[in-house]
């Protein structure tokens, strides 16, 4: 096997574990590395303690194979907010992104071939002429649906930055203070009146079926199917699942370099997003280190936090602890039980993290090329290759079977597939000529039916699918290079393996970096300080089920898919 190798941490050389701080933040991913900069910033002695041997959680960019630079989870960068950016000067501290215009590509199978493609770009113009392949109602009606979209984002979008409405301070407790928590009501009674009269149109978005939004604006299927896998990518959910429409405008929400919607490629892979942002905390004086797994927190006899205790009895002392690790493992293993209440460790414990997704790293020694988009003869790169690759999308109908036999138990035997290719427009993450490949495949269930075991026979049936291109495979949709070098599966082990010893994740993921999502905590409930008199406490927030990070435990800092603010 080849040697694995971590890219993109800072240097920790010469630092010391001290003793005592005045915050301690449990995992460095990208979120908790957030947390530390901004702490540090302000003034408040902080150290980031990081299981890994590198830092950046999900966020992360590793050598799997030699010369190959793979972002082993996340994949793609808009969801950071541009104040984070701009605050802990992360263009100065080395973040580079490479904005992809076109940005989604979709090659059609139709009637046994594959023919025909849809491109969309921030080319207006040519983004229509691309849809009145299919539809010329649809593309005229493309503008509008675009606008509708962003009128939603624009009055939603100061709502990421605002502190959660205290839903039990609101209902309990004296009058004075039900009246200042009727102050988080402002920023939601603003984007109210921002959206006006369409108000309940806007509103359906948030809680229909993606399907249900979309019939209303366009009738061609390859639009619309390209256009759900938005809303349903990372997670156990089919466009006919209600509320996948809010997904939908979450993925249009983020922001890069000023462009609203767009999503881009971190130069040097999605490491660079974790380099940039532990520069940052660094420079302000953070203490940022490896190798050092937090097996619990200490509590003080008020059930204060005080510190955490590592796996090697190390005890570090601190006024604040914050935890970038899940709700699960912070209050289910890191906490005393007896210090929480019974009601709350019950909705933790239910709380489901499991993902649908097999994410498939490949490393190739010449482009993918595509029945409906053929390859340059120099081998070069083509608009498309830079996108985001929707393989058999060609209908709502296809996601929506894909999920309905995972739900049952059985892997999709047509999976939605988003395939990406970083190295199309950064060339350092392979070897002249060669790159780099990501497919994000769904669904395959955790458990399938009839107890049947992830064994070798079941793994090699899922992977040898017809609509999986690999490299033993020529899909209909896609010719992989009969070469590729390697491939290599991503699970939930303490290392990369090769495709015959896989299992699927357990922990959920969708493929996206950025510390903005809901600050909301088990149950859709706002997350809980866990008693807080004055000094220290335990604050865990950790996102939806819609608005997840892609995590598997062996690539976060303690557990997956957490923020820390």
Same mark, same amino acid.
């Given at each position: ?186 920023? %939601?009674?603003?984007? &109210?009146? @921002?959206? $006006?009269?369409? +108000?309940?149109?806007?509103?359906? !978005?948030?809680?229909?079926? =993606? ?87 200490? %509590?003080?006899?008020? &059930?204060? @936090?005080? $510190?955490?205790? +590592?796996?090697?009895?190390?005890? !570090?002392?601190?006024?604040? =602890? ?244």
């Amino acid at each position: 096997m080849a040697a694995r190798r971590g890219l993109g941490s800072c240097s920790l050389q010469g630092r010391r574990l001290q003793r005592e701080y005045d915050a301690v933040v449990i995992g460095g991913g990208h979120n908790g590395l957030v947390a530390a900069a901004y702490l540090q910033k302000s003034g408040v002695r902080t150290a980031v303690l990081e299981r890994r041997h590198l830092l950046g959680g999900s966020a992360v960019t590793e050598e799997i194979v030699p010369g190959f630079k793979f972002s082993r989870a996340s994949y793609l960068l808009s969801l950071l907010r541009p104040q984070i950016s701009t605050e802990l000067e992360l263009q100065r501290h080395g973040l580079r992104v490479y904005a992809r215009d076109p940005y989604s590509f979709t090659p059609m199978l139709e009637d046994g071939q594959a023919q025909r493609s849809l491109l969309l770009g921030h080319d207006m113009a040519e983004t229509q002429r691309q849809i009145a392949q299919f539809s010329s109602k649809d593309a005229q009606a493309y503008p509008k649906y675009e606008a509708f979209l962003s009128r939603l984002v624009s009055a939603l979008d100061p709502l990421l930055d605002a502190a959660p409405l205290d839903a039990a301070a609101w209902s309990q407790g004296p009058l004075l203070q039900r009246l200042r928590a009727l102050r988080g009501l402002q920023p %939601l009674l603003r984007a &109210g009146l @921002a959206l $006006g009269k369409q +108000l309940p149109q806007y509103y359906q !978005v948030l809680t229909a079926p =993606v399907t249900r939004i979309l019939d209303l604006w366009f009738e061609s299927e390859p639009l619309k199917a390209t256009l759900a896998t938005d809303a349903v990518i990372g997670a156990m959910a089919s466009p006919h699942t209600p509320g996948s429409g809010y997904v939908l405008l979450h993925h249009v929400m983020g922001e890069l370099e000023g462009r609203k919607g767009a999503w881009g490629y971190v130069a040097g892979g999605m490491g660079g997003v974790s380099q940039a942002i532990a520069s940052a905390a660094a420079a302000h004086g953070a203490d940022l280190f490896t190798e050092k797994p937090v097996a619990r927190v200490l %509590l003080g006899p008020r &059930g204060e @936090a005080q $510190g955490v205790v +590592l796996q090697d009895g190390t005890e !570090v002392k601190s006024k604040l =602890v914050l935890s970038n690790a899940s709700a699960q493992l912070t209050f289910l293993q890191l906490v005393p039980p007896e210090q929480l209440p019974e009601e709350f460790l019950q909705h933790v414990a239910q709380l489901d993290t499991r993902s649908p997704v097999t994410k498939i790293n490949v490393a190739v020694d010449r482009l993918p090329s595509f029945l409906a988009a053929p390859n340059a003869g120099d081998g070069r790169p083509l608009p498309h290759h830079q996108c985001s690759i929707h393989l058999n999308c060609e209908d709502t109908c296809i996601l929506h079977r894909a999920f309905q036999e995972a739900s049952s138990g059985e892997p999709s035997s047509r999976p939605m597939i988003e395939l990406c290719i970083p190295s199309a427009l950064d060339p350092t993450l392979a070897p002249p000529g060669c790159h780099v490949v990501s497919l994000f495949t769904q669904y395959t269930p955790y458990a399938l039916a009839g107890g049947r075991p992830w064994d070798e026979q079941e793994q090699n049936a899922y992977a040898d699918r017809e609509y999986i291109p690999w490299r033993h495979v020529s899909g209909p949709a896609v010719f992989c290079p009969p070469s590729a070098l390697v491939l290599w599966l991503q699970v939930p082990g303490p290392r990369p393996v090769p495709l015959r010893q896989w299992r699927p994740p357990r922990w959920g993921s969708d493929g996206r970096c950025g510390p903005q999502c809901s600050q909301r905590g088990p149950g859709g409930l706002q997350a809980r300080h866990r008693p807080s008199p004055g000094k220290g406490m335990v604050a865990v927030m950790t996102w939806p089920r819609v608005c997840r990070s892609p995590s598997p435990p062996p690539l976060t800092s303690q557990t997956p898919h957490s923020m820390v603010l």
